[in-house]
């Protein structure tokens, strides 16, 4: 006769914060290195500086490469005292509300530019 053999079924469940919306759009994830001198909050939009690579908040008024959205940052990163590579989400569903934005900038001011890389702006109730 053969051998019986028990399996245990477990479940697994994963929650998100207030920052992504949902999981039904694939994230995917990567890592930048953020430019010395502030100490970046998790959720916060990031441009990529063209003549460093170097991110930074994005921020319309630029004309340096940062005010071209890139990624949002997945973690609270402290680059004040030196370059440091920090982990970013290139794709998603968002929480507009948690969205942080260099200069006056908000989630208007990007929102069409961020559906094109495949990051998506929704609005929580």
Do not use: C, W
């Not at 063209?50 to 908040?57: D, Y």
């Not at 509300?97 to 559906?115: E, N």
């Amino acid at each position: 006769m053969g051998q019986t053999e028990n399996y245990a079924v477990t479940s697994t469940s994963f929650s998100y914060d207030n920052l992504i919306v949902t999981g039904t759009f694939p994230i995917i994830t990567d890592s930048l290195t953020l430019l010395t001198g502030t100490n970046y909050v998790r959720g916060t939009v990031l441009g990529v500086v063209t003549a460093t690579g170097k991110a930074v908040k994005v921020d319309s008024t630029k004309a340096d490469g940062s005010q071209v959205p890139y990624a949002i940052l997945t973690q609270d990163t402290d680059a004040t005292a030196a370059d440091i590579l920090a982990p970013v989400y290139l794709t998603g569903e968002f929480n507009g509300a948690a969205l942080i934005f260099g200069g006056t900038d908000t989630k208007d001011t990007h929102k069409a530019s961020l559906r094109k890389i495949g990051i998506f702006v929704k609005t929580v109730i």
